[in-house]
C-alpha cells in the first residue's frame, strides 16, 4: 500500500491549499488533477477496491453510486485530518470488515444530562460529552457552532446500530434496511410527565451517522426538525431520570394499541404545550390533549361531558368536585377563546397563567391512571 499512500501525499503536498478551500473548490480541484487520475489507475488495477468502482453503495435508508475520484477525495481530506497512511489503513479496515458500527441519533435541547441513562430497546440518553466516539461529537459541536440558528444541542438520544457493509453493481439489486425514529420520539414524549413537564423537551435533529474512519463516500446528513426555542429546563436528576424511565417501560408494555396510540398523541400535545410561549398556542394544545384524553367519542356538550368526566374521576369531595368542574369549565371558555379569536385579554391571560398547568396535572394524572392499569 506504500504507492498508494505516497500518491496521497503527492496530492497534499500539491494542492495542499486549495484543499483547505469550501468544500466544493476543493474537489473539483482534485478531479482535475493528472495526480488523481493516475492514483484511479493504480486503485483500478487492485480487486480489493473494485467495491468503490461504479457500484452502489448501500447504508440503511438509500444508496450511492460511488466511483475511485470519489474515493481519493474521501482519503485526501482524511489524510488531512489524520495522515495519509491512517486513511489508507481506515479504508482497508473497511474492505476487511463485514459489519461496520453506525449510531442511530436524536439530538435534544434544552434540558442538562450530566451521565448516561438505559432505557430499554438500547437506547440511552446521554450528555455530548459522552457520545461514544470522537468524530461523531466533533460533528454535533460543529452544529452548535456553525451558522445555523439552531437551538443549542446539550445532550442527545442514541443507539448503536450494526450495520451490514453492502455494495452492488445494479440499483435494483440492494434492499433498503429502513430505521425510524418513533422509539425515540416516544423517549422523548415521556419526558412529558415530569412535574413540572419536562419543557417540551425537543428534537434538533435526527440521523445515522458513523464515525468518520468509515469510507462513507455520500457523507453524513443531519435531519433538521421542527424547530421551536422552550424554556431552558433543569439539570435532569437522578429520580426524574428513573421516573422517565420507569413509565417508558411501561408505555412500552401497553398491549393494547389504542391505549398506546392515545397515550403518545396526549404526550406529544403536552411536549408541545410546554415548548411555547405564546398562550393561544398553549390553548390550543391544551384543549386538545383534555379532549383526547377524557372524551373516546364526538359528543354534544363537549365543555360539560369533560368538566364532569374530570371532577367525577379526581374529586374526593362534593366541594372539590364543584372546584374542579368549575375550572375545567373555565378554561374550556379561555381554550375557546383563544381558538376563535386568535387572541387572549390580560384578564384571561393572567386566568390562563394560573389555571392552564391545574387542568394540565389532571392529563398528567389521567395517563398514569390509565398506563399503570395496564
Known sequence: ??????????????????????????????????LVDDLVGNLSDR??????????????????????????????????????????????????????????????????????????NGISLVPIHLVPDEDIRNSILELNEGILSLPRVTCALIRKVPFRKCHYENEEDFYSTRLYFNEFEDVRYCFSILDPPGRGLQSVGTSIITSRDVPLLNGIAWNLSDLRRPPI??????????????????????????????????????????????????????????????????V???????SDRVSKEFARTPVEKEEISNLIK????????????????????EIAYNQYPIALKYALLKIGSIVSSN
Open 1 to 34: 500500500m506504500d504507492s498508494i499512500i505516497n500518491s496521497v501525499q503527492k496530492i497534499i503536498e500539491e494542492y495542499g491549499e486549495d484543499l483547505l478551500m469550501e468544500r466544493s473548490v476543493g474537489t473539483i480541484t482534485l478531479y482535475r488533477s493528472d
Open 47 to 120: 480487486e480489493e477496491f473494485s467495491c468503490f468502482n461504479e457500484k452502489y453503495q448501500l447504508f440503511f435508508n438509500g444508496a450511492t453510486r460511488v466511483n475511485l475520484k470519489m474515493l481519493i477525495v474521501w482519503l485526501v481530506r482524511r489524510a488531512i485530518k489524520t495522515s495519509p497512511a491512517n486513511a489508507v489503513q481506515n479504508v482497508i479496515d473497511y474492505i476487511n470488515s463485514e459489519e461496520i458500527n453506525a449510531y442511530q441519533i436524536m439530538l435534544l435541547s434544552n434540558m442538562i444530562v450530566t451521565r448516561e441513562y438505559e432505557f430499554i
Open 233 to 298: 429546563g433543569p439539570t435532569l436528576i437522578e429520580i426524574n431520570a428513573n421516573r422517565v424511565i420507569r413509565f417508558y417501560k411501561l408505555f412500552c408494555g401497553l398491549e393494547n394499541e389504542d391505549k398506546k396510540s392515545k397515550i403518545r398523541v396526549a404526550l406529544k400535545l403536552i411536549s408541545n404545550y410546554e415548548s411555547t410561549y405564546d398562550y393561544v398556542e398553549k390553548s390550543m394544545y391544551l384543549r386538545s390533549v383534555l379532549e383526547s384524553l377524557f372524551i373516546n367519542k364526538q
Open 300 to 306: 354534544s356538550y363537549i365543555k360539560r361531558v369533560l
Open 330 to 349: 373555565m378554561v374550556y371558555k379561555i381554550t375557546s377563546e383563544a381558538i376563535h379569536r386568535g387572541s387572549l385579554s390580560d384578564e384571561y391571560l
